[in-house]
């Protein structure tokens, strides 16, 4: 059974960063996909970045530059390291894994950015 927790969300000041850590405690399988989404309040989900098991990483244009997404030598870790971070970042960051897309999810982790 596919558990993903995260962590390391919080509040920063605009600028500042933040690492987010994913790890899946329960699945043996290991996944081909693994990526993060974001939802603010009142904004529809956005995909922030997907990486594949060849580590080909995609992301949205607006943290193209600023995040970086990476695999973790343990099974189903994932890792979003957020940089010159904005206030428009502000949201729950959700990880999931999949085979051809996100189809598990943890429950989030909370970034709030200050201006």
């Known amino acids: 059974q596919v558990q993903l927790v995260e962590s390391g969300g919080g509040l920063v000041q605009a600028g500042g960063s933040l690492r987010l850590s994913c790890v899946d405690s329960?699945?043996?399988?290991?996944?081909?996909?693994m990526g993060w989404y974001r939802q603010a309040p009142g904004r529809q989900r956005e995909l922030v970045a997907i990486t594949t098991a060849g580590n080909i990483t995609n992301y949205a244009d607006s943290v193209k530059g600023r995040f970086t997404a990476s695999r973790g030598n343990f099974k189903n870790t994932v890792y979003l390291q957020m940089n010159n971070l904005k206030p428009e970042d502000t949201a729950v960051y959700y990880c999931?894994?999949?085979?051809?897309?996100?189809?598990?999810w943890g429950r989030g982790t909370q970034v709030t950015v200050s201006s």
């Open positions: 329960g699945s043996i399988f290991i996944f081909s996909l």
């Open positions: 999931g894994v999949g085979q051809t897309n996100l189809i598990y």
